[in-house]
């Protein structure tokens, strides 16, 4: 009986180790598959001409996307080696320290060393291949990216290297080369074709510019400048280099055109400039351009009160400030008007692209109201009184309403005569600094504030100056303008100091601080 349990017994060890020798046997066979199967078809994409088209770490194991759709998979305890950012050979995702060298459709040597480490055309990276050295002849030990082309090294030595797909870059230049103006857009569409997702940077003089496809910048100064353009893939990069001549040009420092013009109701409405029921929109927005490209006045009335001004050029936003928009401010009397910048974006002259605020002094504080809105009501009739207190009406979206009050010093209509019923204005809105010196209601006085905003200093002042850095967003956030075509000025604030009347900001003129 002991015998039989005996045998039994060591039949049973004997069928589990054969179980194992099988199993391993089977995943022998099947990792030779494997293997074959990617010499295979790696073999397939150069007889076929393929090439890559993309990569990525997936599941444990590197996807290798061929041209022809097809994929390669190759475990990632192949070392993966590539040129770095900085120039130098990065092994597994380490610097080595060592100078990549080679030309473009060039693959460099890589192999593993008798002391253990990579070598890359001869050279000691002296980073360890521990775990790659003593392989099966078949394993891929390692997959490189360099000058256009992927390698594939097999731990034999054998090396397969297949063509990778970086981006193809094609732009028509006109003969003789781009040549611009100073102070106008400079707009260059290279086509770029990729399989893959595409980083962008364009380059003067090493100094990055832009990090889109498309080139939207203004030179200030004439010269000749070389334009770099660099197209990057996760599989390599292609450049161009663009020759640009920016001609010097002469232009006025003035306002030159008014896209927009539309007074809030107010003391100098219908006056400045003036007036009368027959006028439309278009009729008042010449008589604005009128004025402003001649030096003279306009006023923009009480809160929203707003005119869009145009230049013959580009305002540059160089270092420190840039503009100044002309009021008729003084050192105890205020007037602010919020500023708007914007770009000719969509290259069509006109100012229907997105605007930004000058975010000045007073952006940020708590008694500021953003996206206040306000609206005015056409009175049925002009009153009998010379000083009426309750004459043209008003409510906000904060709950308040008020009036606006006749001035005997100002008798005509001050509700804009060829608007309908009601007008409503939009803005960010800043509590004034208005208030009575005197105390008896005699002497009042508007403090300017800090900076950053329209007939608020004196048009000499430095404090009055704009600079194109402090714009925003709808959100808030500072936005990276090269330069500006368009301005925006509307009264920032619904305020009246006594018989003096409403605040209204004031516009005269405007002056690049480039061109002086």
Not at 86 to 101: P, Q, T
Not at 148 to 169: H, K, L, N, Q
Not at 256 to 280: I, K, W, Y
Request: proline share 3%; hydrophobic share 35%.
């Amino acid at each position: 009986m002991k015998k039989t349990v005996f045998l039994l017994s060591t039949i049973l060890l004997l069928s589990g180790c054969y179980k194992d020798d099988i199993n391993d046997l089977k995943d022998d066979v099947n990792e030779l598959q494997e293997q074959m199967i990617q010499y295979e078809t790696l073999l397939n994409a150069l007889s076929e001409r393929l090439y890559v088209e993309s990569y990525e770490a997936q599941d444990g194991s590197y996807v290798i996307n061929m041209s022809d759709g097809s994929q390669l998979l190759v475990r990632n305890t192949s070392s993966f080696i590539e040129i770095g950012d900085n120039g130098n050979w990065w092994i597994d995702g380490v610097d080595s320290g060592e100078v990549a060298k080679g030309e473009t459709g060039e693959a460099p040597e890589i192999k593993i060393g008798d002391n253990g480490n990579w070598f890359i055309d001869n050279v000691d990276t002296g980073a360890s291949a521990s775990g790659q050295d003593g392989k099966d002849a078949s394993d891929i030990i390692s997959i490189s990216l360099a000058n256009g082309i992927m390698s594939f090294t097999f731990a034999d030595g054998r090396t397969i290297s297949i063509e990778a797909s970086v981006p193809e870059i094609k732009l028509i230049e006109p003969v003789g080369g781009i040549v611009v103006d100073q102070m106008q857009w400079l707009r260059i569409a290279p086509e770029v074709s990729s399989s893959s997702e595409v980083t962008y940077q364009w380059l003067i003089d090493d100094e990055e510019i832009a990090t889109t496809n498309d080139l939207l910048h203004v030179f200030a100064k004439e010269g000749t400048f070389y334009l770099e353009f660099i197209a990057k893939n996760m599989v390599g990069e292609s450049s161009k280099i663009i020759a640009v001549t920016v001609a010097a040009k002469t232009y006025e420092n003035k306002i030159t055109q008014v896209f927009d013009f539309l007074p809030a109701p107010g003391q100098f409405t219908n006056s400045l400039p003036a007036a009368t029921a027959e006028d439309t929109d278009e009729t008042m927005r010449v008589l604005a351009e009128s004025k402003l490209t001649s030096g003279s006045m306009i006023s923009l009335g009480g809160f929203g009160g707003y005119v869009e001004m145009g230049f013959d050029h580009t305002i540059v936003n160089k270092e420190g400030n840039d503009f100044v928009v002309l009021g008729n401010a003084f050192s105890t009397w205020a007037e602010p008007g919020i500023i708007m910048v914007s770009y000719d974006a969509n290259a069509n002259g006109i100012a229907d692209d997105e605007w930004y605020e000058i975010a000045g002094s007073e952006h940020n504080k708590a008694t500021t109201i953003k996206n206040y809105e306000i609206t005015y009501y056409k009175p049925e009739a002009e009153p009998e009184n010379a000083t009426e207190p309750n004459y043209i009406r008003w409510t906000d979206n904060q709950g308040e309403e008020g009036y606006i009050a006749k001035n005997a010093f100002h008798q005509q209509s001050y509700y804009p005569m060829w608007k309908g019923e009601t007008i409503t204005f939009k803005g960010t809105y800043l509590k004034s600094n208005i208030y009575d010196q005197s105390g008896k209601g005699t002497y009042w006085v508007n403090p300017a504030y800090d900076w950053g905003y329209a007939d608020n200093w004196s048009n000499n002042d430095e404090k009055g100056q704009i600079d194109i850095s402090w714009a925003v967003n709808n959100e808030g956030e500072l936005v990276d303008l090269k330069g500006i075509d368009f301005v925006k000025v509307y009264s920032a604030n619904q305020a009246a100091g006594g018989w003096l009347g409403e605040v209204s900001t004031e516009v005269t003129g405007f002056k690049d601080l480039n061109l002086e």
